[in-house]
């Protein structure tokens, strides 16, 4: 049973370009959230796709968007990168339900280097 | 502000040692609580999730407390191995009375070197 994966694995950029990253679930995952995660700190919540819906965003400007697609896989896209969105980018997946998250499983991350 | 506290930011001990992490959280409107592993440049492994009606979880040589009233959870780990080191991240879900905000909320981590 495949767990949550990602790719690219890695990805280098330079300033003012556009990336999209990409996720597939957990097989039986229907939801899926994305994290930054800045070298040495936790990571930031992004926003969470359930059902094809953006249903939680994170303090993250609109340059970062997202969509989920009828099998649940997902893309991030950010526009107008930044020197500060060097990070390591993590899809999360879980069982969707209203109103908690179950346990999260996370995938191995792409790590963006924006130059 | 929801915010998670990590203490320990670094903790270095002998194997075989038993040691504790910490975690603290504001505001104890909480769902559940997660404690993950990270490995160096790596994904994040869930290694127990506490809902907020239990007060601890137990796998392994792991041991997970939650205390929402001193806003509170411990990681205890036994009997500590060199494959143990790694960073230890606490995630906290919380929510309000129109149900769970469905993201997690991140400490910045304690890392942990088990010397051989």
């Known amino acids: 049973d495949a767990g949550v994966t990602q790719s690219p694995t890695h990805l280098i950029k330079t300033r003012g370009q556009q990336v999209t990253l990409r996720c597939s679930p957990k097989?039986?995952?229907?939801?899926v959230s994305w994290y930054q995660q800045a070298l040495g700190q936790g990571p930031q919540f992004i926003f969470q796709?359930?059902?094809?819906?953006?249903?939680q965003r994170g303090n993250f400007p609109d340059r970062f968007s997202g969509h989920q697609f009828p099998n649940y896989s997902s893309e991030l896209n950010v526009n107008a990168l930044l020197l500060g969105d060097s990070a390591l980018y993590l899809c999360?997946?879980?069982?969707?339900?209203?109103?908690?998250?179950?346990?999260?499983?996370f995938g191995p991350g792409t790590r963006l280097t924006v130059l | 502000k929801q915010e998670v506290t990590q203490i320990p930011a670094a903790l270095s001990v002998p194997e075989g040692e038993n040691l504790v992490l910490n975690c603290s959280f504001t505001?104890?409107?909480?769902?559940?609580l997660q404690w993950f592993r990270q490995d160096p440049g790596k994904g994040l492994t869930s290694l127990l999730l506490?809902?907020?009606?239990?007060r601890e979880q137990t796998s392994g040589r792991l041991n997970a407390s939650l205390d929402k009233s001193s806003g509170r959870s411990t990681l205890y780990i036994a009997a500590s191995q060199p494959g143990d080191s790694a960073t230890y991240l606490c995630?906290?879900?919380?929510?309000?009375?129109?149900?769970?905000?469905?993201?997690?909320?991140f400490g910045k981590g304690t890392l942990l070197t088990v010397n051989p």
């Open positions: 999360a997946s879980s069982f969707g339900s209203s109103g908690f998250t179950d346990t999260q499983y």
């Open positions: 097989s039986g995952h229907d939801t």
């Open positions: 796709y359930y059902e094809e819906e953006e249903r």
């Open positions: 505001d104890s409107a909480i769902y559940n």
């Open positions: 506490i809902q907020s009606s239990q």
């Open positions: 995630a906290v879900e919380y929510g309000d009375s129109g149900g769970s905000n469905y993201k997690l909320t």
